[in-house]
Nanobody
Framework: QVQLVESGGGLAQPGGSLRLSCAASRIILSFNVMGWHRQAPGKEREMVAS???????NYADSVKGRFTISIDSAKNTVYLQLNSLKPEDTAVYYC?????????WGPGTQVTLPP
């Protein structure tokens, strides 16, 4: 079973940047979708960005133009570049991997901005 581990979260200032990484525990030869969700305190988990095996990318409207998802297949890692951060971006960010009918989640990494 593949495991995912996120890193790169932390405290940021409004207007600042962070880069989140999500490393898979083994080589992923093929996948359906890799992406990121987030969950803010008291809110439901929401999709942030995703990329399918065909290269199609989707972003939540709230992050378009500010966040960028990318995949480094050689490192089995998916990244999420967060720019122009806002206080409402405060959340736990989870990466996920869909392999056929299997959906795998990482444990999450916290991104915090002052209110």
């Amino acid at each position: 079973q593949v495991q995912l581990v996120e890193s790169g979260g932390g405290l940021a200032q409004p207007g600042g940047s962070l880069r989140l990484s999500c490393a898979a525990s083994r080589i992923i030869l093929s996948f359906n979708v890799m992406g990121w969700h987030r969950q803010a305190p008291g809110k439901e988990r929401e999709m942030v960005a995703s990329r399918n095996s065909g290269g199609s990318i989707n972003y939540a409207d709230s992050v378009k133009g500010r966040f960028t998802i990318s995949i480094d297949s050689a490192k089995n890692t998916v990244y999420l570049q967060l720019n122009s951060l806002k206080p409402e971006d405060t959340a736990v960010y989870y990466c996920y991997l869909r392999l056929g009918a299997t959906l795998i989640w990482g444990p999450g990494t916290q991104v915090t901005l002052p209110p």
